[in-house]
């Protein structure tokens, strides 16, 4: 089975400043898909990025940036130039390639950016 | 923000009733799903159905009923719910054959 893991379940940043979200998983699998989503308060969960696993190269969004690390298992998220409106929870995800109705989230890391 | 729609949003309930959620995306997809989501802990996917058809049930109690009359509309029926069933119930939809849900603003649900 396949697990996600956040081991942040909380950070904060300084408006303007840049934040790396922690994520890993497990799997067996060699081809999948990595997202993250975004839960802003009281709002709905919106997808920020997405990475396939058979691209070596790091999937980029504006001021979103993952860092893949297939080996390690790992896919981080950089978020530059915090802005308020970054405020949310963060979840990690994953999916097969064969089996795209089946999702594995991680727990999520609440990330605050102060003023 | 409108493409898929939860309601109620709150709902407190005893542990007797019997209540259902409803879902509804505006989205033409073909996909909808149903999860839960605890303080905490990883969203869990409960229900799914493609083409109205449920294709998975991830051993969900049988306290919750999901209801896929067409591909539009997803409801989950509750009866006899634990307090441990408190949670934020989220809804998502999909086009079959893509990797991307859309998420509903969720039902937060109340078990007193």
């Known amino acids: 089975a396949q697990t996600v893991t956040q081991s942040q379940p909380e950070m904060s940043v300084q408006e303007a400043e840049t934040v790396t979200l922690s994520c890993t998983y497990d799997t067996s699998e060699n081809n999948y898909y990595l997202f993250w989503y975004k839960q802003p308060p009281s709002r709905q969960m919106i997808l920020v990025i997405r990475q396939e696993a058979y691209k070596q190269q790091n999937a980029t969004e504006n001021r979103f940036s993952v860092n893949f690390q297939k080996a390690a298992k790992s896919f981080s998220l950089k978020i530059s130039d915090s802005q308020l409106g970054d405020t949310a929870m963060y979840f990690c995800a994953f999916m097969k390639e064969d089996n795209n109705n089946d999702m594995r989230f991680g727990a999520g890391t609440r990330l605050t950016v102060k003023p | 923000e409108t493409g898929v729609t939860q309601t109620p949003r709150h709902l407190v309930m005893g542990m007797t009733n019997k209540k259902s959620l409803k879902c509804e995306q505006h989205?033409?997809?073909?996909?909808m799903y149903w999860y839960k989501q605890s303080a905490k802990k990883p969203l869990e996917l409960m229900f799914v159905y493609n083409f109205k058809e449920q294709t998975e049930n991830n051993s969900v109690p049988s306290r919750f009923s999901p209801e896929c009359p067409n591909s539009s509309h997803l409801f989950l029926h509750l009866h006899t719910l634990q307090p441990e069933d408190s949670a934020l119930y989220l809804c998502?939809?999909?086009?079959?054959?893509?990797?991307?849900?859309?998420f509903g603003p969720g039902t937060r649900l109340t078990v007193t």
């Open positions: 998502a939809s999909s086009q079959a054959g893509s990797y991307e849900q859309y």
């Open positions: 989205l033409g997809h073909n996909a």
